[in-house]
């Protein structure tokens, strides 16, 4: 698969711990309404470490909660649905809140528009503010994060991957060229065909 790796490990480690350092001096005033919200799959293991960064470094211990929009996306049917929020309890309030949003990639701004969706359906915070591991460019919707691991312009036949422990076993940023590797497989495809054509 055509691919190129864009941060090691080590480089994800590193960010993280910058985006816990400017959160803090962002929100200095207002640490104790901190409140993490990962949209789910990978912004939740993101937030978990950014929470963990913070109480590391500052000693403050900033609530976690995951989020799955998947009933806000603008690309399939509407439900009728509340906010799917996973955590071990009730989700916290986050009235008069402080809202940090953590995503792994930030693309068009579609799936964060549809996670302030579920959060303002949820309850009214003072600010959400957004931190993302990655961004991209290529918006469609007027949104741009507040906190940024990497800015990585791209293009459009290209795909970035965001790839961690928790859910896939490793730490690694790649930028896979879907454009090449759909014409490899095609090469593939049509050679397997020739071989068969003259197997016969």
């Known amino acids: 698969m055509p691919q190129k790796v864009i941060m090691s490990p080590e480089d994800i480690r590193r960010t993280l711990v ?52 998947g009933p806000y996306r603008d690309d399939i049917p509407p439900l009728n649905v509340r906010p799917a929020f996973k955590n071990s309890g009730d989700p916290p309030s986050i009235e008069d809140k402080t809202v940090v949003l953590v995503d792994d990639v930030l693309y068009t701004g579609r799936s964060t528009r549809a996670a302030m969706d579920a959060i303002v359906d949820l309850g009214r915070p003072q600010s959400i503010q957004l931190a993302v591991l990655v961004d991209r460019g290529h918006r469609e919707l007027p949104i741009k994060p507040d906190f940024v691991g990497k800015n990585i312009p791209s293009a459009k036949h290209e795909e970035i991957q965001v790839r961690l422990v928790e859910t896939d076993g490793v730490d690694e940023v790649d930028v896979i060229d879907t454009a090449r590797e759909q014409a490899l497989r095609e090469k593939v495809s049509n050679l397997g065909r020739t071989y068969h054509g003259l197997s016969k």
């Open 18 to 69: 910058r985006i816990a350092h400017e959160i803090i001096e962002q929100n200095r005033k207002s640490v104790a309404q901190l409140v993490l919200i990962g949209i789910r799959t990978r912004g939740v293991p993101l937030a978990k470490r950014l929470a963990a960064n913070i109480k590391e470094l500052y000693g403050y211990t900033v609530p976690i909660v995951a989020l799955d929009i």
